[in-house]
């Protein structure tokens, strides 16, 4: 089964900072990786698909990028409304799905 | 709009059975995977699996194998998750969520690539003696 990791596990950062989130693959999965958001006692939200491309309604402030392995999640200026925990989540095989462990994003 | 509505919160004992369900609307149940993924308090999300509303096909993670079942009535556009031999630690929320083949262009071509774009807004259970 693929494997991700994510880094950090957690981050405290200011509104406007530019914050990055890391995702690792066990082995290549082309670029067939989501990332969510999701805020206490709420269901996850799509932010990111294929990588790179943003989820239709998504702030332009979010992008992904990388392939293979390696994946990022920048937010080009932290907003008070993304405060909350990230996952990555590959796709590459249709039997089984996997999600990362999450980064929590807290107020510095 | 298109939502998944799930059924309430559950309050099993150990060895028991629950059986969640996953009412969809707003487009065609039977064109969309249906996943089932679940969270334990304070934990990260975990993968279940996932049925084929059109045919009733599923697929499940190795680690659920011979205790879950999905399956989905297309009469009432509901999908279901029944969890067996309930132990402690299947205490979380339960979420259903529709996977949906989204375009993507890079700068050559297009293609479609999977994602869970709609969420139910997750079912509680609880197991305890």
């Known amino acids: 089964d693929i494997q991700l990791t994510q880094s950090p596990s957690f981050l405290s950062a200011s509104v406007g900072d530019r914050v990055t989130i890391t995702c690792r693959a066990s082995?290549?999965?082309?670029?067939?990786l989501a990332w969510y958001q999701q805020k206490p006692g709420k269901a996850p939200k799509l932010l990111i698909y294929a990588a790179s491309t943003l989820q239709s309604g998504v702030p332009s402030r979010f992008s992904g990028s990388g392939s293979g392995t390696e994946f990022t999640l920048t937010i080009s200026s932290l907003q008070p409304e993304d405060f909350a925990t990230y996952y990555c989540?590959?796709?590459?095989?249709?039997?089984?799905?996997?999600f990362g462990p999450g980064t929590k994003v807290d107020i510095k | 709009q298109v939502q998944l509505v799930q059924s309430g919160a559950e309050v099993k004992k150990p060895g028991a059975s629950v059986k969640v369900s996953c009412k969809a609307s707003g487009y065609t149940f039977t064109g969309y995977y249906m996943h089932w993924v679940r969270q334990a308090p304070g934990q990260g999300l975990e993968w279940m699996g996932w049925?084929?509303?059109?045919?009733?096909?599923?697929n499940y993670a190795q680690k659920f194998q011979g205790r879950v079942t999905m399956t989905r009535d297309t009469s009432i556009s509901t999908a279901y998750m029944e969890l067996s031999r309930l132990r402690s630690d299947d205490t979380a929320v339960y979420y259903c969520?529709?996977?949906?083949?989204?375009?993507?262009?890079?700068?050559?071509?297009?293609?479609?690539?999977?994602?869970?774009?709609?969420w139910g807004q997750g079912t509680m259970v609880t197991v305890s003696s």
């Open positions: 989540q590959q796709l590459n095989s249709y039997l089984h799905s996997t």
């Open positions: 049925i084929n509303p059109n045919s009733g096909g599923t």
């Open positions: 969520a529709r996977d949906a083949a989204l375009v993507y262009c890079s700068s050559t071509s297009c293609g479609e690539a999977n994602a869970f774009d709609i």
């Open positions: 082995q290549g999965i082309s670029s067939y």
